[in-house]
């Protein structure tokens, strides 16, 4: 679940923000609406779905569709005059992964990552990787020699 305060405050601090468009005024804020889930699979829409546009092949027909299921509100880079309101973006793909973090609690922030650089004792640092992960129930991917472990 997410307020439209909480969207509309990540995408002002990121300079995304440029408008919502409701009936054919303009606002800068709104209140009171919660999404309970968002999405960008029109088939996957519902009435309280916060439903991003994005795609080179995107279709009007699409956004009609989740309509038609009861979406009540997009995120857009345009207006596509659909009859509901829209949130007007500049980068829709940044504006979709920042809201999507907030959204699923910031999962990011619980990653814990080891790496090693360099060209001189990777080998051993492959090595000792594989051993920590035979001791956990850790997933990791390792570039040096394609060895991708699961």
């Known amino acids: 679940m997410i307020k439209i305060e ?4 990540i995408l002002k601090k990121d300079d995304l923000f440029r408008e919502i468009i409701d009936q054919g005024h303009y606002h800068y804020y709104y209140s009171d609406v919660v999404f309970d889930s968002i ?3 029109s088939r996957k829409a519902k009435d309280n779905s916060l439903f991003f546009v994005k795609g080179a092949a995107f279709k009007k027909e699409f956004l009609l ?5 009861g979406l009540g509100w997009y995120v857009a880079e345009q207006d596509y005059e659909v009859g509901i309101p829209v949130i007007v973006v500049s980068d ?5 992964s920042l809201i999507a973090m907030e959204f699923y609690g910031n999962p990011q922030e619980k990653l814990k990552l ?3 650089t ?4 990777n080998n051993c640092g492959l090595l000792c990787l594989q ?3 035979s001791k956990t129930s850790s997933s ?8 991708f472990g699961r």
């Open 140 to 147: 990791y991917v390792v570039n040096h020699e394609h060895y």
């Open 131 to 133: 051993y920590l992960k």
């Open 39 to 41: 999405c960008y699979d």
């Open 114 to 116: 080891l790496a090693f």
């Open 65 to 69: 569709s989740a309509i038609s299921q």
């Open 92 to 96: 829709i793909k940044k504006a979709m």
């Open 6 to 9: 909480t969207v509309l405050d």
């Open 118 to 121: 360099g060209t001189k004792g």
